[in-house]
């Protein structure tokens, strides 16, 4: 079969099911289309061949032996964040360039115990700082769309991989919108769960109390699969919650539209710079939802103009926190001859860390220093908190809240955006994980570049399965989900 990259997760899982094509088989497939198109795309920073088809033997074995998982035999791509024992974990970064991560990641244990194949490790901005990926050490990755634009960031590669269809499914994660913005600049659907729902165990920390892992495909149906893997309680993550997990796949079409309140903020749709094609394809596709029978609302979220201050000083205070243990000493890069222990310490990190990566640890640990702790941290800590009441004050009148995910389509590669101008462009996405709420991006058309624009459904606490459901339900009334770059259209 040539077209075994067009089958969706669940085709996939009946056809192994039914032998009409092993793992190996559709491994081979994968492999073979990232040995010859992810040249021109540049998502992988590690493919990891041999293991992958020794995976895909054991995959086929239990499915022979009739005792295996739904997902047994599935290829995937895992960002490059997940520590993945005995593959290297680079984070994007110089300084794990050579790092090998003695265990799993909780959610690349899960995922390899349902059978799961891991193709590789895919490309991301360094540390998970940044909109467009290419803050990555490995340099820049393409926009299946469109190859000189950037796939969105900072889980850019998965994006990208799933949208060239060199990956059915990928991990990303989402401290301020990097599984959302990226799904929305590549045209997939992606879903930042409730903090707490996946576990952090092994996934190298941003900011602690904002990330959150989740899945990245084609569909909410796609999405639902992988999330049925990756979610649940983790003893060794005292952040996630003890909370029984739904049947993400069983519950599809458990939301009803019809009667659906999706409130509609509007202080977003008044944002500088929102792009005037994104906001008539998110209008349009709140139609469609509306056609189908949800009901809009109108409704005010006032504490917008903090996201972005609030963000871009919660994150860096914690990035310099969880970045501080990089110090050439224990483990990751250390700088040559260091004449004293100060030079080992200032060279390893001014030598191993890029410049954004630099400049957040730099504004974090200032906001954390003694005379400004108060008057930065423990500030942005109360606005956090008034944000998060805002969501719950708007949740006691509607269902959902709609928004788009990003204000414009990708960027193009190099465009060197100023950072302000590139945080401003988080305005959609940051609020969400302030709030520890989960939210998924659907794609709803293109722009006149025919670059792709997503909606964002914003849920409350534990609502994975109702945004995947709503999701779910639109994609089976529109199509956009199912377009594919040309890139994808080519055959390995
Ligand atoms: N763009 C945001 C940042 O740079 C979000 C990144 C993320 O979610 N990891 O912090």
């Known amino acids: 079969m040539t077209d075994l990259h067009r ?10 099911k039914q032998a009409q094509f092993s793992s190996r088989e559709l491994t081979e497939h994968y492999l073979k289309r ?20 020794v995976e895909a033997d ?3 074995a239990a499915l022979k032996a009739g005792h295996a998982h739904a997902l047994a035999g599935i290829p995937l791509a895992h960002k490059d964040i997940f520590c993945t024992q005995g593959i290297k974990t680079t984070a994007g970064s110089k300084m794990l ?3 090998i991560s003695p265990y799993d990641a909780t959610v690349v244990a899960k995922a390899k115990a349902a059978g799961l194949v891991t193709l590789g490790k895919v490309n991301m901005d360094e540390f998970a700082m ?8 490995f340099g820049a990755t393409g926009n299946p769309w469109a190859l000189d634009h950037v796939p969105g960031g900072s889980s850019g590669g998965s994006a990208a991989a799933v949208a ?33 729902r996946v576990s952090r165990f092994g996934m190298i920390a941003y900011a602690s109390s904002l990330d959150q892992g989740g899945p990245m495909a084609r ?13 649940g309680h983790d003893t060794k993550d005292s952040t996630s919650v003890n909370k029984d997990v739904d049947d993400y796949v069983a519950n599809l079409n458990g939301t009803t539209v019809k009667g659906l ?67 050439g000493v224990r483990y990751g890069y250390r700088c040559e001859n260091p004449v004293d222990l100060m030079d080992l310490y200032k060279r390893s990190r001014s030598e191993g860390f890029g410049a954004e990566v630099q400049r957040r640890i730099l504004i974090g640990t200032y906001a954390l220093s003694a005379g400004y702790y108060d008057a930065y941290y423990v500030k942005a800590q109360k606005v956090r908190r008034l944000i998060q009441q805002d969501f719950l004050k708007a949740f006691e009148n509607v269902d959902v809240i709609a928004a788009p995910s990003a204000p414009t389509t990708a960027y193009k590669i190099g465009a060197n955006l100023s950072p302000t101008e590139m945080y401003l462009g988080d305005i959609y996405t940051l609020a969400v994980n302030l709030a520890g709420l989960p939210a998924i991006n659907a794609p709803v058309g293109f722009d006149k570049d025919s670059l792709p624009v997503g909606l964002q459904l914003i849920g409350n606490y534990w609502s994975e399965s109702q945004l995947l459901s709503i999701v779910h339900q639109y994609q089976q009334n529109t199509d956009w989900h199912t377009k594919r770059a040309a890139i994808a259209e080519e055959n390995a």
């Not at 990232?34 to 088809?53: F, G, H, N, R």
């Not at 990303?172 to 930042?192: E, H, N, V, W, Y």
């Not at 709140?286 to 056609?291: A, C, D, G």
């Open 261 to 327: 309140r999706i409130g509609i903020p509007k202080q977003y749709f008044n944002v500088a710079g929102l792009d005037a094609d994104v906001k008539a394809r998110v209008e349009e596709s709140l139609k469609k939802l509306e056609e189908m029978g949800a009901i809009l609302v109108e409704i005010d979220l006032n504490m917008t103009e903090a996201y972005v201050p609030t963000y871009y000083l919660i994150a860096p205070a914690e990035a310099s926190s969880n970045l501080s243990r990089f110090d």
């Open 34 to 53: 990232i040995a010859q198109i992810d040249p021109k795309v540049k998502s992988y920073v590690t493919v990891t061949a041999e293991q992958a088809l």
């Open 219 to 231: 569909s909410a149906e796609d999405c639902a699969y992988l999330m049925n893997v990756i979610a």
């Open 164 to 196: 060239a269809d060199l990956a059915p499914i990928a991990t990303g994660t989402d401290t301020g919108g990097s599984i959302r913005q990226p799904a929305s600049f590549c045209g997939l659907t992606g879903l930042k769960p409730t903090y707490g």
């Open 58 to 60: 054991a995959a086929d």
């Open 97 to 99: 360039d050579n790092f």
């Open 7 to 16: 089958l969706s997760i669940r085709e996939l899982s009946e056809g192994l």
């Open 130 to 137: 940044g909109s467009t990926s290419e803050s990555s050490y």
